[in-house]
């Protein structure tokens, strides 16, 4: 089980922390991912972590400014979002799956919502 958190309301520019603690003893056997999906629009992927948290990939959209990260002693994947724009606007999803470099992401989080206002 996945349980995302760390939405809210931030200005533009302004910078988040969204955090999804994962329930189980095997966290760090999933490669995680952050998705997002805004209103309107279909889901689309953010960025995503290898279960060692040595590797990353960032959709273009999040490169620069966005990082994720793991703790796996705490069963928490992070996603620390920096300069902030409107369009960035959606909710933020959390997901895993067993292998980094490719196969469907099984378990799914219930999401965050993170409004940017301008």
């Known amino acids: 089980q996945l349980q995302a958190s760390g939405g809210g309301l931030v200005q533009a520019g302004g910078s988040q922390r969204l955090s999804c603690a994962a329930s189980?003893?095997?966290?760090?056997?999933?490669?995680m991912g952050w998705f997002r999906q805004a209103a309107g629009k279909e889901r689309e992927f953010v960025a995503r972590?290898?279960?060692?948290?040595?590797?990353?990939y960032y959709a273009d959209s999040a490169k620069g400014r966005f990082t994720i990260s793991r703790d796996n002693a705490r069963n928490t994947v992070y996603l620390q979002m920096n300069s902030l724009k409107p369009e960035d606007t959606a909710v933020y999803y959390c997901?895993?799956?067993?292998?980094?470099?490719?196969?469907?992401?099984?378990?799914w989080g219930q999401g965050t919502l993170v409004t940017v206002s301008s």
């Open positions: 997901a895993a799956r067993r292998s980094y470099y490719s196969g469907n992401w099984t378990y």
């Open positions: 189980g003893r095997t966290f760090s056997s999933y490669a």
């Open positions: 972590i290898s279960e060692s948290g040595h590797i990353t």
